[in-house]
């Protein structure tokens, strides 16, 4: 079992940035998933989720109205599209199974 994000990188406030997580050695329609966060010296954070067939969706305050989750599963692939980013958006990316699997993350830096 093995999931790995991409998409990362730095951009300015008010940017956008897609990340991707693809899994390997399991159907990925076979589990809700989630993303969560982890900024500079604070714990994973919580911050979406989508259900099997991705007709349930759910997003902390902090990102709701910015942030949308959708899935792929012919293409075993989660997404977090991220708009009007903020700095304190800063963190490293992580998609996550129910199991609490996680990849490496992704790094995501919101400065100008």
């Known amino acids: 079992v093995q999931l790995l994000e991409s998409g990362g990188g730095l951009v300015q406030p008010g940017g956008s940035l897609n990340l991707s997580c693809v899994a390997s050695?399991?159907?990925?329609?076979?589990?809700?998933m989630s993303w969560v966060r982890q900024a500079p010296g604070k714990g994973l954070e919580w911050i979406s989720d989508?259900?099997?067939?991705?007709?349930?969706?759910r997003y902390a305050d902090s990102v709701e109205g910015r942030f949308t989750i959708s899935r792929n599963n012919a293409k075993n692939t989660l997404y977090l599209q991220m708009n009007s980013l903020k700095p304190e958006d800063t963190a490293v990316y992580y998609c996550?199974?129910?199991?609490?699997?996680r990849g490496q993350g992704t790094q995501v830096t919101v400065s100008p």
């Open positions: 996550q199974t129910p199991t609490d699997i």
């Open positions: 989508i259900s099997l067939g991705g007709g349930v969706i």
């Open positions: 050695g399991f159907r990925l329609s076979n589990y809700a």
